[in-house]
């Protein structure tokens, strides 16, 4: 006897809350549901929803595709700050060069 798959859910943008609108929605657990689908288990960080369904294959890799520009996004953020907070570090260290404010016993 054949397994029976759920339907799948119309196509969605699953990175948008449905209650909120958030656009940070993440993936808990995602399952095979089939040959052409995926249980996906999401929640909502912003409003604490949580949520399942079935998507299909499709559906999930546009989702993976937005998690994938999200996290390209916080990374390019990362390394901005990075290079601003070592920007910053470096122009306190001149001024205190220029200062004669570090002494050997310093280091």
């Not at 999401?42 to 996290?71: M, W, Y």
């Not at 990374?75 to 990075?82: E, V």
Request: net charge negative.
């Amino acid at each position: 006897m054949a397994r029976e798959h759920p339907p799948t859910k119309p196509h969605q943008d699953l990175h948008v809350c449905l209650e909120c609108s958030s656009d940070l929605v993440h993936p808990v657990q995602r399952e095979e549901s089939g040959p052409e689908n995926w249980s996906v288990l999401l929640h909502c960080p912003n409003c604490d929803i949580s949520r399942e369904g079935v998507f299909s294959k499709q559906t999930v890799e546009a989702f993976e595709e937005e998690l994938d520009r999200g996290a390209d996004a916080l990374i390019h953020d990362y390394k901005r700050l990075m290079r601003a907070n070592m920007a910053e570090e470096i122009e306190r260290f001149v001024g205190a060069l220029n200062a004669d404010a570090i002494l050997p016993e310093d280091f």
